[in-house]
C-alpha cells in the first residue's frame, strides 16, 4: 500500500498564519494600523500593500466607510441605495458635488469606497505628481462620468459604471490654468505632460483595482478608467 508522504513544514506554516491572522482579527495581537488588514484605511496613510485590501472592505461597512471618507477633502452627500434594473444601480453611495478643492468639473453619485480610494489618490498621488513636474497643484478635475448602467465596452458583464463604482477621468487643470488632458497630452509634445500622465496611472494601481488608460485600448485613449470592482487590472 502507497502512503502518501506530506511534508510538514507548509501545514505548520499555514495553521500559523491562520492563528495570527484569528489573533489579529480578535485583537489579541498589535500592530500598526498601516499594517493591520482588518483596521479600516485611513487617507492621510501613505497607500502601502494593505491599502487595495482595506479600501474594498468597506464595500461591506457602509458607516465606517462614510467615517473614513469624512476625514478626507471631498464635500459629500451620502445618497440612499437604489436599484435601477436586474444588475444596475448602487448601495453605500455618496453624492459629490463640484465645490471642493479640487474642484469636479461637475457633480457625481459614486461608492463610497470609490471615492475613498480617490480621497487617497488625489492626495498622494495626483498632487505630489503635480508638485514634481510643475511645480503647483491641481485644482479642477475633468471627469466623464460614474454612473451608468450599461455592461464593459465590447462585451456583456456590467461594467463597474453600472454599480457607481468607476469614474473616468479625462484632465485636469492647475492652479496657473495649464489644462492636462489625456486626448492631447498621452502622447503629446510636452514631455513633462506625459510624464505626469504616466505617474498618475502607476500611481493610480497602487490605490484602485482598476485602472485602464490609453496603453489599454483604443476606447480608453481619451480617460483613465478609475474602478473598485473584484478585480485587479493595471493597463
Ligand atoms: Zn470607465
Not at 32 to 53: C, E, M, Q, S, Y
Not at 224 to 234: A, Q
Request: hydrophobic share 40%.
Amino acid at each position: 500500500m502507497r502512503r502518501l508522504c506530506v511534508h510538514p513544514l507548509p501545514l505548520i506554516l499555514g495553521l500559523g498564519l491562520a492563528g495570527a491572522g484569528l489573533a489579529l482579527a480578535a485583537g489579541l495581537i498589535r500592530i500598526p494600523d498601516r499594517w493591520n488588514p482588518f483596521a479600516p484605511p485611513v487617507i492621510a496613510d501613505a497607500p502601502n500593500l494593505l491599502t487595495g485590501w482595506k479600501i474594498a472592505r468597506l464595500k461591506d461597512a457602509p458607516d465606517q466607510c462614510l467615517t473614513v471618507l469624512k476625514t478626507g477633502p471631498l464635500s459629500f452627500t451620502p445618497v440612499p441605495d437604489r436599484q435601477t434594473a436586474e444588475t444596475c444601480g448602487f448601495e453605500n453611495a455618496v453624492r459629490v458635488g463640484n465645490a471642493g478643492d479640487p474642484r469636479f468639473s461637475s457633480g457625481f453619485t459614486a461608492s463610497c469606497p470609490l471615492m475613498v480610494a480617490w480621497s487617497i489618490f488625489e492626495r498622494h498621488v495626483l498632487q505630489p505628481a503635480a508638485r514634481r513636474h510643475f511645480a503647483s497643484r491641481v485644482t479642477r478635475i475633468d471627469h466623464l462620468g460614474t454612473y451608468a448602467c450599461r455592461p464593459v465596452r465590447g462585451g456583456s458583464t456590467p461594467s463597474q459604471h453600472a454599480t457607481a463604482n468607476a469614474i473616468d477621468i479625462a484632465g485636469m487643470v492647475l492652479a496657473d490654468g495649464t489644462r492636462i488632458s489625456l486626448t492631447h497630452d498621452w502622447s503629446g509634445d510636452d514631455a513633462r505632460k506625459r510624464a505626469f500622465l504616466r505617474d498618475l496611472r502607476d500611481g493610480a494601481c497602487e490605490v484602485f483595482r482598476g485602472v485602464l488608460g490609453p496603453d489599454y485600448n483604443a476606447a480608453h485613449r481619451d480617460h483613465f478608467h478609475l474602478d473598485m470592482g473584484r478585480w485587479t487590472i493595471c493597463r
